[in-house]
């Protein structure tokens, strides 16, 4: 019995880890750039969250701040921090299709995105330490997190059914953008070669921070879901990549559907490590993730990504 | 006979191709000077407690240059040396207590067991690439410092410390692990220089700058990166050996923490990437802020990570990036120089 | 008043002047083509034209107004459209919606996806592949068919027959000609000489990056281009023996 309930706590904690991966998949899918402050970022959406709450507003209308907050962040940080990072790769012409490496011999160059969001991590975390301690906290849901649906002889947590269906719902909702809109089909193009994309009237510039804007939405929603239901600390933001990153891989680059599947895979290692030794959950699914790296690097579903 | 004559084409010496040259000799014999000061004169100069600061120092030094090889020549950034810092303070302990060598064999014996864990632990990273290589590493380091911490023999939770030194003199002790610090920092930096200016190490710069066109020419690119890595991450845990010998112990938070991978990163970044200077200069700068800044307590991070940022943006080449562009203390460049056209010609017969 | 007007255009890659002062004008419904050699400066030419690449000195004018400094991305909204060197249409969109994305810039004109559609029937039968698993000559069809749904008031087209075969570049220039007879104005890199002029009213020759040629297409005989082409000059040599 208490397998099966690890069982469905894993799933659902599955929901959770797909919601914080939608963003990182979709930022790596645009524009290649893999953001090591995606972590850190959704624990900062959370603290705005709980000091809303602690001002009094009430948790929905706290989530329907943060989240538009987030996109214009996103926006802004693409434009003033990611853009001119990428604008070192391969020297100013990212309007070439072929990934021309014109490294510079002496500079961060291509390795500039990354640095960049690394710097943002190392100093968005230890300023939330400073202005909030490494206490641990959690929003108060007045009794949500704690409410149970039976089923069977299970209870299952209100919180957790709602984070999967919200990440089920917000992976349909980013394909059906991506696949169905004009700017969605923007976006897709400009993936696929930036330069083209600008001879068809894409501005390059401002589409990754539409994406990049559209990214921090889903993680600002994913990390209130984060601390709704967990103590939190700047420090877990640290954790949070790791899981979203692990959840993306599992899955298989190139697929959002597939981060669902990623998520639900981790949660389970995770949930069914915690009963076997309740220490080592995390490190359960740390290894899990190593061994689909090993066995199946393409992950669950892999799709073949256009180079 | 009349008719036009092809001109007569003048003869043309080669280009001559040097390294080095008297920039290099004079930085070179600055380097050694500062060497000696720091081995002869420091010593009996300053506290003791600076000089296990200065130990730090030199410990940054190795990071630096190590985490540059991987990212600077071999285009690899990796956000999970901490690791094999983690390693090389463990296998420490380990080596020096449990096994009893002596605290120097212990050492460079951990930096071993560094590389060996590195080589199977590339076989997995390497199936990643780019940014997730870089979270990867992370995992990596996150599933040592867990499984470390699982282990009883090492300590759990609370780590170990260090007995090898009980009994000893602290000063003895200090003076010891200062010098064997300052000829360490002294032998990886000349190794690394060595490296790069031979055959390998322009197979490394090859493979950076273009993996495809360095397969086509033979450049064995997988083996290459393979040896950065695994040598990169021996370096790590020589540092990492080094800080637990000074600090006399290590705790799985502290040793295994991403605050080193951050601490390279800016020393690399700021210092400048991709030469061997670079790192010399960050780390130093790396140290004078943090003893400056120490009183600030955490915001020295938000200052640090800030300034590595603005520097990727601003100044990607790093402080060295802004000595004059010929200017090198460490010889790596060729120069090539070319002789005068024209210098001897027969003339022109016509008719 | 032309529709395209470009004057002392001089286009550099660091030190390297590609285009050194070129000067060319296009009327309304013209078809000129450029030719030359590798190198001579063609592709850098329609970069500026279109504004990926931006010229160190000079004016490009559309409709009489200067688009010389307007990014790629203004510059087809304005009406200019190119058809890049190796089609680079977008692998993961299908055939429609590679086709769609020439919708974006919203410009309106006789083009429409019907029109497209009825110009190059075999794309239509695969409007829902993949544009990555098209062959070239298709992939070609494609990136056309993408430019003229910008509904362009000039038409770039960028090595056309690059990398295909005589056939599939005879069917491609079949729809040029069509094309072009519906009053589009066009300029059209290329080094296939015999389909070139076959397409173009005049005709504009380059060779290290200056204009050595200018003549109608009409009764242009090829050993003048190829002359052109290759830098030969045919007047005679000075006799050494004279003292």
Known sequence: MDWLNAGVQGVLLGGQYALLACGLSLIFGVMRIVNLAHGVLAVLAAYLSLVLVQRGLPLWLAVVVVVPVFAALGYAMQRGLFNPALAQVGGSDRSTSRSASRSASRSAGELAPLLVSFGVAVALTNLLQEVFSADTRKIPTGGLASAGVPLGELSVGVLPLITLAVAVAVIALVQLFLARTATGRAMRAVADDAGAAAMMGVDPKHMYAVATALAFATLALAGVFVGMSTQFSPGYGELVLLFAFEAVIIGGLGSLWGTLAGGVVLGLAQTIGAQIDPQSGVLAGHLVFLAVLVVRPGGLMPRSVPA | MTGPTPPATPPTTAPTVTRGGRGSWAGGGAMLLVVVLLAAVVPYAVTLGALSSLVMLFALVILGTTWNLLAGYGGMVSVGQQAYVGVGGYALIQLADAVGAPPWAAVLAAGLVGAAIALPTSYLVFRLAGGYFAIGTWVVAEVFRLVTMQIDGLGGGAGLSLSAFRGTDPVERVAFVYWFALALMVAVVLGTCLLMRSRVGLGLTAIRDDRVAASSLGVAVDRGRRLVYVAGSAGAALAGALIALSTLGVTPGSIYSVNWTAAMIFIVVVGGIGTIEGPIVGAVLYWVLQQALAPLGTWYLVVLGAVAVAVVLLAPRGLWGLAPARFELFPLTHHVRRPAVGATAPPVTGR | ?243
């Open chain 3, 1 to 243: 008043m032309s529709v395209l007007e470009v004057a002392g255009l001089e286009v550099r890659y660091g030190d390297l002047t590609a285009v050194d002062g070129v000067a060319l004008s296009l009327a309304e419904g013209e078809t000129l083509a450029v030719l030359g050699a590798n190198g001579a400066g063609k592709s850098t030419l329609l970069a500026a034209l279109a504004g990926t690449h931006l010229p160190a000195s000079g004016q490009v004018l559309l409709d009489g107004e200067p688009v010389t400094r307007l990014p790629a991305h203004r510059r087809v909204r304005r009406g200019i459209a190119l058809v890049p060197e190796g089609r680079r249409i977008f692998g993961s969109l299908s055939v429609e919606e590679n086709l769609l994305m020439g919708r974006f810039p919203k410009r309106d004109g006789p083009w429409d996806l019907r029109a497209v559609y009825d110009m190059f029937p075999l794309v239509a039968e695969m409007k829902d592949r993949r544009g990555g698993v098209l062959s070239g000559g298709q992939q070609q069809a494609v990136a056309i068919g993408r430019a003229l749904l910008a509904n362009p008031r000039v038409l770039l087209l960028d090595e056309v027959s690059l990398g295909l075969a005589p056939t599939v570049v005879a069917q491609l220039y079949d729809a040029v000609r069509r094309i072009t007879a519906e009053g589009t104005t066009a300029l059209v890199v290329e080094q296939d000489l015999d389909q070139a002029l076959s397409v173009a009213d005049r005709v504009q020759c380059l060779l290290g990056g200056r204009t050595v040629l200018e003549a109608p297409a009409a009764g242009l005989d090829r050993d003048t281009v190829a002359d052109a082409y290759f830098g030969i000059t045919r007047s005679p040599r000075p006799d050494p023996t004279e003292a």
